[in-house]
């Protein structure tokens, strides 16, 4: 079982930034895939960013450009920058991870993440960008 603990989630103005961070119990942290999906009210969950085990990485096409989704294997954590921040993005964001998804690219990052899921999810941290 691994558990996920995000934190960095909070309130901002149009065009701010916010950094999520997201620290994983797992020590072999290298070899997961980590994600971030979000949340917003009354909508479905959809993925945000995701980076594989071997570094390719994906966004989804509304925050390419201005979220980046980066890992730092020392300390077992994933991180979400945030930037230009727009009131669409406001979301309950969530890390997720799973073993494996040793990949290159991002369209077959893609392709698994949206065929075969996520195995450990945080509890999330709410984003509210207000306009």
């Known amino acids: 079982q691994v558990s996920l603990v995000e934190s960095g989630g909070g309130s901002v103005q149009t065009g701010g930034s916010l950094r999520l961070s997201c620290t994983a119990s797992e020590e072999a942290f290298k070899n997961y895939t980590m994600g971030w999906f979000r949340q917003a009210p009354g909508k479905e969950r959809e993925v945000v960013a995701a980076i594989s085990s071997r570094g390719a990485t994906y966004s989804t096409d509304s925050v390419k450009g201005r979220f980046t989704i980066s890992r730092d294997h020392a300390k077992n954590t994933v991180y979400l920058q945030m930037n230009s921040l727009k009131p669409e993005d406001t979301a309950v964001y969530y890390c997720?991870?799973?073993?494996?998804?040793?990949?290159?690219?991002?369209?077959?990052?893609?392709?698994?993440?949206?065929?075969?899921?996520?195995?450990?999810w945080g509890t999330g941290t709410l984003v509210t960008v207000s306009s």
């Open positions: 997720a991870a799973v073993r494996g998804y040793a990949v290159d690219a991002a369209e077959d990052l893609w392709t698994l993440i949206s065929s075969l899921g996520m195995d450990y």
